[in-house]
């Protein structure tokens, strides 16, 4: 304590306020350069113009919030859907012996193929192919279509997740249960899978990120969402402000799910760090 009866911050204290304000001062240098060199740059006028026109970004904005709602609808949609049927694909590939290899073996093709197509192809070719082949009501909404073709694509790259958590709970619990006299089904269902689905939250909500974001591919065959909407106001002003607009909206839904994934994932490596013993939650 000092003279004047004030306590001194003490070792780690000033180092932790010392490279608070070093962290500080570093990140209002460089993105003030970066600010200052756009800013500054010859053709910034026009690139003000033409993407950051304030009254048409606010203009816009309503119109492209209410559009974000069917963004929502097949956002929320989808998501079920692709729980469900990426853990039916994910059981497929688990399931032993040699009477299994034709599921084991149509899951592998369908993973491998709709992770290697481009989802934007696979909402074209269903978007556009199954109304031409005159199977179907011709009314029935494109936004249908959208929503299958989400889910398709997606199912394939969540059925690996959930692949990857089923291989990751240790033997000695299958062989356990078994032991008991419970059949491989019901393995799957009472001890496995259970653990397994705990454990893949976070990369699986990093995929949800990834299908929120990939909702606006639809608008390819005709449906209104925000970006579609948004490509409508560019056309009638015949500047891109709009599309700054559709951006905020994703940021500003996206990044809390992003930050709240990175704490699940933190939250799970330091149980796991911790031997699991202590505060076990929703992984363990």
């Known amino acids: 304590m000092t003279s004047t009866g004030r306590v001194r911050p003490r070792g780690p204290d000033r180092r932790a306020l010392r490279s608070t304000a070093i962290a500080a001062v570093s990140t209002l240098v460089i993105f003030g350069g ?28 309503p119109k492209l919030v209410a559009a974000f709602w069917i963004n929502v609808i097949m956002f929320v949609t989808a998501e079920i859907l692709v729980l469900i049927f ?42 556009f192919g199954i109304p031409a082949l005159g199977l179907v009501d011709p009314k029935t909404s494109p936004l249908v279509y959208g929503v299958a073709a989400l889910t398709l694509v997606y199912s394939a790259y969540v059925s690996e997740v959930y692949r990857a958590g089923i291989d990751s709970i240790h033997p000695s619990q299958g062989m356990a249960a078994r032991s008991l006299g419970l059949s491989h089904l019901h393995t799957l269902r009472h001890v496995i899978v259970p653990q397994a689905v705990r454990r893949v939250i976070p990369p699986l909500l990093n995929d949800f990120i990834g299908l929120q974001k990939d909702t606006v591919l639809v608008s390819y065959i005709g449906v209104v969402e925000i970006f579609r909407q948004a490509q409508i106001i560019q056309s009638a002003n015949f500047n891109f402000t709009p599309y700054m607009g ?3 909206v994703f940021i500003v839904v996206t990044i809390p799910l992003a930050r709240f994934t990175d704490w699940l994932i933190a939250h799970d490596r330091g149980m ?4 699991g013993n202590r505060g076990r939650g929703m992984f363990q």
């Open 246 to 248: 559709v951006a905020l």
């Open 34 to 61: 970066l600010g200052y060199l756009i800013v500054t740059s010859p053709g910034w006028p026009e690139v003000q113009a033409t993407f950051f026109d304030g009254e048409l970004f606010w203009a816009s904005l």
């Open 86 to 127: 990426g853990l039916v694909l994910a059981l497929m590939r688990s399931l032993p012996g040699p009477v299994f290899f034709p599921l084991r073996l149509i899951a592998t093709i369908y993973a491998d193929v709709f992770r290697a197509v481009p989802g934007l192809l696979i909402v074209a070719l269903l978007g």
């Open 272 to 275: 796991r760090d911790a031997g």
